[in-house]
């Protein structure tokens, strides 16, 4: 795909036309419809499609939904194809399709306009524990006299099935969760003292699955249709109280937020690289001879409401690669269909907490401050061993160099002070 666009595309933008993201938006009290964003601006699918503009085999209302679970479920050859045939018509070197430029410029929209919505309806979400260093600094933190893995975690992808009913838009107020937390006289009943970020990647199913059947791991790009930023805030007191023996509930289930566009797996094919060794070998159902690993770069910024008040911008505190995921996504896919379990279109496959091998790497203030004990000070000399109230969480995300270089773009929360009881 060429990555030149006769639409301005402003020089650091995160949406190139190598990227072509799907979103979901709505302009002002209009209905929501299918979007693709390209530098400032997004092309209205629903209206190009009854301009003729798109492939003949996209009905125009998949587009003017609530949601793009219809259009998914079409399948990649659609998917693919609509992305493909909006790259035709921005490229600045079609030179036959000019005569459909005045018909695109009727299409495009200013983003600054549009109301960026959650662009699926999640029917199941699973969330996974799928980075080895992630997994490691918890377990060292949480059991320092063991082994930090467990027995299984090297042999299967750990997850567990989140609420999809708290998955929330980029933007979103995270009002702080109350819960029993672990006391000297027994639990206490609190607002949690140890709100959390989790900096996430998640993939979002386009085709499912029969009841009954298996995904292969070598199919992943025929029910997936590309990848999200996802922040899954986490109550760490409330979650240690509670977790055992059965694992997260209340204190993960309260909120996780999503960023608004889904960059298709199409684009990202070119960051496509070989997944880390895994040892020992795994069992069959989770081997493929394809690369199924990304190279993404992942960050996370804070901003203290005292920076805002001073005008400073949110500071970064941790960066990543998302290729140093131990489990990949095709192999989350592939075991979460191995017993049968059938998936839909829209449905959430979160990759846990992406952190890498050293401190200045890890997705989580619990593995930063190493549950607190060494805080991390902000810009305005604010310590932070977790989230206070006012603190807003960004997390970003970038593939590729130079020209090919893009993004996509931010999920944001900002941590409300808890309700009255």
């Known amino acids: 795909m060429t990555t030149r666009s006769w639409v301005d595309v402003p020089a650091g933008s995160p949406f190139p036309l190598a990227n072509l993201p799907y979103g979901l938006a709505r302009r002002g009290d209009q209905d929501a419809h299918a979007v693709m964003a390209v530098g400032e601006h997004a092309v209205?699918?629903?209206?190009?499609?009854?301009?003729?503009?798109?492939?003949?085999?996209?009905?125009?209302?998949?587009?003017?939904?609530?949601?793009?679970?219809?259009?998914?479920?079409?399948?990649?050859?659609?998917?693919e194809g609509v992305r493909r045939r909006v790259a035709q018509l921005l490229d600045v070197h079609e030179g036959e399709l000019r005569d459909d430029r005045d018909a695109v410029e009727q299409v495009l929209v200013a983003q600054a306009d549009l109301t960026l919505l959650l662009p699926v309806a999640v029917g199941d979400y699973v969330d996974f524990y799928s980075s080895i260093h992630h997994a490691t600094n918890l377990g060292r933190?949480?059991?320092?006299?063991?082994?930090?893995?467990?027995?299984?975690?090297?042999?299967?992808?750990?997850?567990?099935?989140?609420?999809?009913?708290?998955?929330?838009a980029s933007g979103t107020e995270v009002v702080r969760p109350r819960g029993l937390v672990a006391g000297d006289d027994g639990p206490r009943w609190q607002a949690t003292d140890a709100l959390d970020f989790e900096l996430e990647v998640g993939a979002i199913?386009?085709?499912?699955?029969?009841?009954?059947?298996?995904?292969?791991?070598g199919s992943v790009e025929d029910h997936v249709v590309g990848l999200v930023l996802v922040n899954d805030w986490s109550a760490r007191d409330?979650?240690?109280?509670?977790?055992?023996?059965?694992?997260?509930?209340?204190?993960?289930?309260?909120?996780?937020?999503?960023?608004?566009?889904?960059?298709?797996?199409d684009a990202l094919r070119p960051h496509r690289v070989?997944?880390?060794?895994?040892?020992?070998?795994v069992a069959s159902y989770l081997r493929t001879e394809q690369d199924t690993a990304y190279t993404i770069e992942l960050e996370v910024l804070v901003q203290s409401e005292q920076m805002r008040r001073e005008g400073l911008e949110p500071v970064c505190i941790s960066r990543n690669d998302f290729s140093s995921m131990y489990w990949t996504i095709a192999q989350q896919l592939a075991h979460l269909t191995v017993n049968g379990a059938s998936t839909r279109p829209g449905d959430l496959l979160a990759s846990g907490t992406v952190s890498g091998p050293v401190r200045e790497e890890a997705g989580s203030l619990m593995e930063l401050t190493w549950r607190g004990r060494d805080?991390?000070?902000?810009?305005?000399?604010?310590?932070?061993?977790?989230?206070?109230?006012?603190?807003?969480?960004?997390?970003?995300a970038w593939?590729?160099?130079?020209?090919?270089?893009?993004?996509?773009?931010?999920?944001?929360?900002?941590?409300?002070?808890a309700k009255e009881d």
């Open 44 to 79: 209205d699918l629903h209206a190009a499609a009854c301009r003729g503009l798109l492939p003949a085999d996209v009905p125009a209302e998949v587009l003017a939904q609530s949601s793009l679970n219809d259009l998914f479920a079409l399948g990649r050859p659609v998917w």
């Open 141 to 168: 933190i949480l059991r320092p006299d063991g082994e930090p893995l467990l027995a299984n975690w090297r042999h299967l992808p750990v997850g567990y099935h989140g609420r999809a009913g708290t998955l929330v």
């Open 205 to 217: 199913v386009g085709v499912g699955s029969e009841l009954g059947t298996r995904i292969p791991a």
């Open 238 to 265: 409330v979650q240690a109280y509670e977790y055992q023996p059965l694992g997260p509930h209340l204190g993960k289930s309260f909120a996780t937020s999503l960023s608004p566009w889904i960059v298709t797996l």
């Open 274 to 281: 070989p997944a880390p060794p895994q040892d020992p070998p």
């Open 375 to 396: 805080p991390l000070t902000l810009p305005t000399g604010e310590r932070r061993g977790f989230l206070a109230d006012g603190d807003r969480v960004v997390l970003r």
């Open 399 to 417: 593939c590729g160099q130079g020209d090919e270089r893009f993004g996509f773009g931010s999920v944001m929360g900002t941590i409300a002070s």
